[in-house]
């Protein structure tokens, strides 16, 4: 990742180091309630309404290469339940760490790349600018992978009727008569049978006199 463009320390997202310092083993510990930034999430599955508060845990660590954070975020994600479609909400908990590499850190001890692969290795990285860090693109990271592909509203929630999309959790008994289709032709001729057979006893189906006048003919 190549360094960032002019951090806004105003951005509840960035954080400034200055206060930790750069002597390893430095620590500090911080706390903020920020506002979940747009399409924090599985677009289309589930996530965290814009807006929507997340709780913020980081601990600060300086080393010789730049700073370690460590930190845990918890919100509250809404999506739907991919068996019944219901809405639902998912506390959500998603822990990460990530190194925030000084922009010098290669004179600092750090283990120069093969020619070729700088920018490549760059592109895997995240450095600090001006003592200062954006955390947005490892928290979402972080959402993303603590979010279920597919939530549920239950483990066991069974679903929709396939037939009628009926909620099954909201009737249990639900059932359909299942007609196999190899005879449902059986049953209309047998239909077909029995009302030949009483148009028969009614007297209006062909009687004797007619069936003797077919034969003359």
């Known amino acids: 990742m190549a360094l960032n463009a002019r951090l806004d320390h105003r951005n509840p997202l960035v954080f400034d180091t200055h206060e930790l310092g750069?002597?390893?083993?430095?620590?500090?510990?911080?706390?903020?309630?920020?506002?979940?930034?747009?399409?924090l999430?599985?677009?289309?599955?589930?996530?965290?309404?814009?807006?929507?508060?997340?709780?913020?845990?980081?601990r600060l660590e300086s080393v010789m290469?730049?700073?370690?954070?460590?930190?845990?975020?918890?919100?509250t994600a809404e999506g739907e339940c991919v068996r019944c479609l219901e809405p639902l909400e998912l506390e959500l908990v998603a822990d990460f760490q990530e190194m925030f590499s000084y922009p010098d850190a290669d004179d600092r001890g750090r283990v120069?790349?093969?020619?070729?692969?700088?920018?490549?290795?760059?592109?895997?990285?995240?450095?600090?600018?001006?003592?200062?860090f954006d955390l947005e693109t490892v928290l979402r990271d972080a959402v993303v992978l603590a979010l279920p592909m597919?939530?549920?509203?239950?483990?066991?929630?069974?679903?929709?009727?396939?037939?009628?999309?009926?909620?099954?959790?909201?009737?249990?008994?639900?059932?359909?008569?299942?007609?196999?289709?190899?005879?449902?032709?059986?049953?209309?001729?047998?239909?077909?049978?029995?009302?030949?057979?009483k148009d028969e006893m009614s007297g209006d189906g062909p009687g004797p006199a007619d069936a003797a006048e077919k034969q003359e003919k």
């Open 150 to 197: 597919q939530p549920v509203c239950q483990d066991d929630c069974p679903g929709l009727c396939s037939a009628c999309g009926a909620r099954l959790a909201d009737d249990p008994d639900h059932h359909h008569d299942a007609v196999d289709i190899r005879w449902a032709a059986l049953q209309g001729l047998a239909g077909s049978l029995e009302d030949g057979e």
């Open 22 to 39: 750069r002597r390893p083993g430095a620590l500090q510990r911080l706390t903020r309630t920020v506002e979940a930034p747009r399409d």
């Open 65 to 75: 290469e730049g700073v370690l954070v460590t930190g845990t975020a918890r919100a």
């Open 41 to 58: 999430g599985i677009q289309g599955v589930v996530g965290v309404p814009e807006g929507a508060p997340v709780e913020l845990e980081l």
């Open 112 to 132: 120069t790349a093969e020619p070729g692969d700088d920018a490549e290795d760059d592109e895997d990285r995240f450095f600090l600018e001006d003592g200062m």
